[in-house]
Nanobody
Framework: QVQLVESGGGLVQAGGSLRLSCAAS????????MGWFRQAPGKEREFVAV????????GYADSVKGRFTISRDSAKNTLYLQMNSLKPEDTAVYYC?????????????????WGQGTQVTVSS
């Protein structure tokens, strides 16, 4: 099992920045990919960013490319999402996810483990 705990959400004005963290514990050596997803009210959960835990390769949704950066600190078993130039449409609950079955994936169904989520609200 892998446990994930997100932190770092909050309220920020448009154009501002936030950094989300996701602390992983448990059988972290078995992780292949870690990702961030988000879900806005009334909308489906959507992919934001992914990183290969071992190789470090990354991928981003078009809507956040150039503004968000995903990274990980393997020694601390921690995943990060640096969010810059935030927009009101970035408002959502952000979830950290881990997969033991794929190296990189944008599909939520490929992730076996999920955090509880952290709220990000961007005011205009």
């Amino acid at each position: 099992q892998v446990q994930l705990v997100e932190s770092g959400g909050g309220l920020v004005q448009a154009g501002g920045s936030l950094r989300l963290s996701c602390a992983a514990s448990g059988r972290t050596f078995s992780m292949y990919a870690m990702g961030w997803f988000r879900q806005a009210p009334g909308k489906e959960r959507e992919f934001v960013a992914v990183i290969s835990w071992i190789g470090g390769g990354t991928g981003y949704a078009d809507s956040v490319k150039g503004r968000f950066t995903i990274s990980r600190d393997s020694a601390k078993n921690t995943l990060y999402l640096q969010m810059n130039s935030l927009k009101p449409e970035d408002t959502a609950v952000y979830y950290c996810a881990a997969s033991r079955s794929v190296v990189v994936s944008t599909t939520s169904g490929d992730y076996e483990y999920w955090g509880q989520g952290t709220q990000v609200t961007v005011s205009s």
